[in-house]
């Protein structure tokens, strides 16, 4: 009794191949090949690098909001006087300080003054707010201590004060140069409150990574700024730091506790939970809209498959009365569909890692061609198209790609299994 030969055997990928390469004169389709497979590549390609573009969107954002912010902001509700004086400020900031870093997670912990002044230099003037903190402090501060870009040495901040880039772009000054900082809060006289300025050095200027925080924050020491504000012996806020970012919300009960009754806090997650959300929409619906293109490339593969069992009806029904069963038939077919799809996703997922580990001369060539100016940080918050190629995401789009081609294979090959033969043959 003869063996039955098992499926996908040999001699069905060499049937297989000979269909895909076959020129149009012998009957064959390689052109709607050459489509579907440069379709299926570049679909693959166009969801990996936005999918990596995505990543690194995502991550460059959140590098910068936990690089150079507070994860947790912890300050005080307002408290009325009997004289009808409000205030928030922190007057035991020294000892809440110990309270909170003693708490397990709990990294950092820095007494703040803040404030929103006008700087001014040589006729440039430009609204900023300014940060009160001590120069240990500062220097904990990833985005601030090790910046992209910086100018001077932050270790003589005590001696005057660090401005972000974009600032010193405004006012057109440099370390060295002594801006005003002119506070409409100034000193109480008989006849009201004159405004305050003060001159200070630029010692430092930091290039933190995102546009809006380098074009509006500068760093005064912690008792100048005191002094300037009117906030002697006390403080504004605490800002904390913590091990897990991520878990920020866990710690939120112990803070309040370490923080008293009157203690309020605000996290990072707070701060910007809106626009993460934004960005997981767009990234799911990016994700969708990408799929159906896939899928519109793998269809391509139907049309191919087709045109292929049309043109190869005489070989089935041959193929057929020689003994090759519907299984077999089925399998060649399938085998040039899914053929297709394999290397067209291979090809796409080469030139999508190539797109994200490239990214830089890329867009830099991109820029070029364009004039320049393409890529507008005060827009889109960040001065580069960032990209990070991540595992997950290269799975998501073979296994996507793969699973489509597959799937829209098996309709032509299973029409081309159930030829009959006698039909095939009848006017040949």
């Known amino acids: 009794m003869a063996q039955t030969p098992p499926p996908f055997a040999a001699y069905e990928w060499m049937i297989a191949w000979r269909y895909l390469r076959a020129r149009r004169a012998e009957g064959g389709v390689s052109v709607m090949t050459w489509i579907s497979l440069v379709g ?52 035991d900031y020294a000892a809440m300080a110990e309270r909170v870093r003693a708490l397990p997670g709990v990294t950092r912990v820095a007494p703040l003054v803040k404030g929103q002044v006008m700087a001014s230099f040589q006729g440039r003037n430009a609204g900023v707010e300014v940060f009160g903190i001590s120069a240990e402090d500062l220097a904990t501060i990833p985005r601030i201590a090790a910046p992209e870009k910086a100018l001077g040495d932050i270790g003589y901040f005590e001696d005057g004060i660090a401005i972000g880039w974009g600032v010193a772009q405004q006012l057109n000054a440099t370390v060295g140069d002594r801006i005003k900082l002119i506070s409409p809060d100034g000193v109480k006289t008989a006849f009201g409150t004159s405004p305050r300025v003060n001159v200070y050095e630029i010692t430092y200027v930091f290039q933190a990574g995102r546009y809006d925080i380098d074009r509006t924050r500068v760093y005064l020491p912690f008792t100048e700024a005191q002094s300037y504000f009117n906030r002697e012996g006390v403080a504004d806020e605490l800002e904390i730091m913590v091990a897990e970012p991520d878990k920020v919300d866990d710690l939120a009960v112990q803070l309040l506790s370490a923080g008293g009754d009157r203690a309020l806090v605000w996290t990072w997650r707070d701060a910007s939970g809106a626009f993460l959300r934004a960005l997981e929409v767009e990234d799911n619906v990016m994700f969708v809209i990408l799929s159906i293109l896939v899928l519109i490339a793998a269809m391509n593969i139907i049309s191919g498959l087709i045109m292929l069992v049309k043109n190869k009806g005489r070989d089935i029904g041959i193929l057929r009365t020689m003994g090759l069963t519907e299984g077999s038939v089925m399998r060649v077919f399938f085998i040039c569909g899914a053929s297709v799809g394999t290397v067209g996703t291979i ?6 890692c190539l797109f994200a580990i490239y990214i830089d001369p890329i867009f830099s060539f991109v820029n070029y061609v364009g004039g320049g100016g393409v890529w507008d940080p005060s827009i889109r918050g960040i001065y580069a198209l960032p990209a990070k190629l991540e595992g997950a995401d290269v799975l998501s ?9 597959f799937i829209v294979t098996i309709f032509p090959a299973r029409r081309a299994a159930r030829m009959n033969p006698v039909e095939a043959l009848r006017y040949e």
């Open 40 to 91: 299926i590549t570049l679909a693959v390609f166009a969801l990996i690098a936005t999918l990596a573009v995505r990543s690194g969107f995502r991550a460059e954002f959140v590098d910068t909001i936990l690089g150079a912010n507070a994860h947790v902001t912890l300050y005080q509700s307002t408290e009325v006087s009997e004289t009808g004086h409000s205030s928030r400020v922190i007057e």
């Open 347 to 352: 090809a796409g997922v080469i030139l999508g």
């Open 397 to 405: 789009a073979v296994v996507l790609s793969l699973g489509l081609s």
